[in-house]
């Protein structure tokens, strides 16, 4: 991550398209809110872009900007929605079917919502197995369907008149493989998809796209996209920032919130039982292993992460954790997330926390997609390319470079989300020390 003190930022002039491969539940409830919020129906609760703050300097000197006044981010009027989607229901009748939003607010949205409708998707359902649709991409090789989203790229721009384009995957989530040597560099990559590979999936066709357009690139899911060698050096090469993976909204936030706690404290852990029943079509598409797979992967990578059992074998050395996710149709987006989690105290006594959190799982991404699709714009026009570590705070599995584990402790990559932001403005960074206080 290229990060400079005290940049130039280039300001954020004219307007900014975000495109949305996958315009399902939380790309539609994202689109419609952010209508919703531009009307004054509504208020972006969750974002940090629209609704938090920023101390600067110290506590008594009572300087705390709103994020959006400190920063230079696009406008909520400026913005542009596009995408892509293997169905052809437009933004207001596939905010309709994920039945997120009420009928009442749809209704007041109706109009603009109709005019955002999907292009035809890149897709195989090898990657995806319980979906089928019919507003597909033809082409004669992998490389010609990104060919293809090049172009699409091109004439979104041209006919919305957009300065500059970021883009946030909020499609499905694929199948769970591993990098193989096809991803290995952008030579092999660009091989693979001139011969039309097998182990190049679609995801990773948009984001080749976007990034050889000069597009930022966000990844919402768990599957690889663009968390691959192949595709960091492509965004190196381009000095694009890319971002992911997989929003990090409701259990997993639950498990980032509560696990940094129990670590402070030292209380140990003997085991964490987690269980959601889910409705939406994304609970759907996670009903098949293989999809569930690559969920379960970003998941459970979490808590060995935060609670480091090699430092800290007496208490985090043996902990059963296990997660599942069941589909169960009568709940739509309104996921229901149990966790048990055993916990230990002071000579080993066990005692148990149950929590029972019944989210919205739309509702909890859509100002996620917001602050990324902002902040990912921001960190382009602030000349910061490749991956960007200090937006770890938006996802379950933050990308890192080879080598570096991944911070995922909410309240640590909170702190450094925004002393990243006070150090592109040449600001001093904030470390709590607060000795000055004492002098
Ligand atoms: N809602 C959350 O809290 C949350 C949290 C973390 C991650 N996610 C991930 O975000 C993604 C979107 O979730 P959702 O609830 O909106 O799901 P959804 O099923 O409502 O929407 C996904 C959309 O992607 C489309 N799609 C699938 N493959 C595509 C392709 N190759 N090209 C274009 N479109 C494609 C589908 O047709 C569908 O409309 C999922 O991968 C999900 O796992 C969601």
Known sequence: MALKKGVDVRPAQGKLGILLPGMGAVATTFIAGVQAVRRGIGKPIGSLTQMGTIRLGKRTDNTVPAIRDYVSLAKLDDIVFGGWDIFTDNAFEAATRAGVLEEKLLAQLKPELEQIKPMPAVFEQAWVKKLNGPNLKKGTSKMDLAEQVMEDIRRFKADNGCDRIVAVWCGSTEVYRKPTETHATLAAFEEGLRKSSDDIAPSQIYAYACLKMGVPYCNGAPNLSVDTAALTELARK?????????????????????????????????????????????????????SFKSKEVTKLGVLDHILQPHLYPDLYGHIDHVVRINYYPPRGDNKEGWDNIDIVGWLGYPMQIKVNFLCRDSILAAPIVLDLALFIDFAHRAGMSGIQEWLSFYWKSPMTPEGLYPEHDLFIQLMKLKNTLRYTKGDELITHLGAEYYE
Do not use: C, H
């Open 238 to 290: 381009q000095q694009l920032p890319i971002a992911g993976k997989d929003f990090k909204t409701g259990q997993t936030l639950m498990k980032t919130i509560l696990a940094p706690g129990f670590k402070a404290r030292l209380l140990g852990l003997q085991g964490w039982y987690s269980t959601n029943i889910l409705g939406n079509r994304d609970g759907e598409v996670l009903d098949d292993p293989e």
